[in-house]
């Protein structure tokens, strides 16, 4: 399955939960789910449907595919730890999601692109791919010469900018530049999700 690109505030209210990865909050002006029976309807989730909203939550806030977030799956348990935190740990680790994280952006979408279009260096060398995992030790900053400077740095020292997560360390001489301090922790993911339902969701495939 490629990348969602239909309408991004249908899956918000499909999930019920806020994606600040995929869309800006907002305010819904219809917050129930979307369709013909979407005020009225009762819907008794099975185990299986569950464990699927959750995992449709990290696929959109992401902004990965299926065949991407199946990869990550994969590697998380390769590796050591619980997999559910590998996971979350693997996600917030790319780069597309710690460009949002740092306020560049509002969504994880608008992120990727400015990734794609090259606005983006690590350790002052440039860097066009969203996917690409952060480091610790890793300095991820704004090009000198981007277009996009002077909105960015509005974005950064505005009044509603959000917290840093704890795994970034702001740099005090330049707003537009970010240290990858540390792995990220399970805690760090914005989404209120139960990841172990998606890691036993996809116990039965992999």
């Known amino acids: 399955m490629s990348r969602y ?14 994606l600040p990865g995929l869309i800006v909050p907002r305010e819904l002006r219809r917050p129930y789910p979307p369709g013909q029976h979407g005020p009225t309807q009762r819907i008794k989730l099975s185990d299986y449907a569950i464990r699927l909203r959750e995992k449709q939550k990290l696929r959109h806030h992401y902004g990965v595919s299926e065949k991407q977030l199946r990869r990550y799956m994969v590697e998380a348990k390769r590796q050591k730890g619980n997999t559910g935190e590998n996971l979350l740990r693997l996600l917030e680790s790319r780069l597309d999601n710690v460009i949002f994280r740092m306020g560049f952006t509002r969504t994880i979408r608008a992120a990727r692109q400015m990734v794609g279009h090259g606005h983006i260096c690590i350790n002052g060398s440039r ?3 969203a996917s690409y995992r952060c480091t610790p030790g890793e300095e991820i900053s704004l090009r000198d010469s981007s277009k996009h400077k002077a909105r960015v740095t509005e974005e950064v020292t505005g009044a509603g900018k959000s917290a840093l997560p704890s795994y970034l360390e702001t740099n005090a001489e330049n707003a537009l530049k970010v240290k990858f301090n540390s792995s990220p922790e399970a805690s760090d993911c914005p989404l209120s999700i139960n990841e172990a339902l998606v890691v036993e969701l996809y116990a039965m495939a992999l």
């Open 5 to 18: 690109t239909g309408p991004r505030l249908r899956i918000q209210r499909r999930l019920g939960i806020e």
């Open 127 to 129: 860097v066009d791919i």
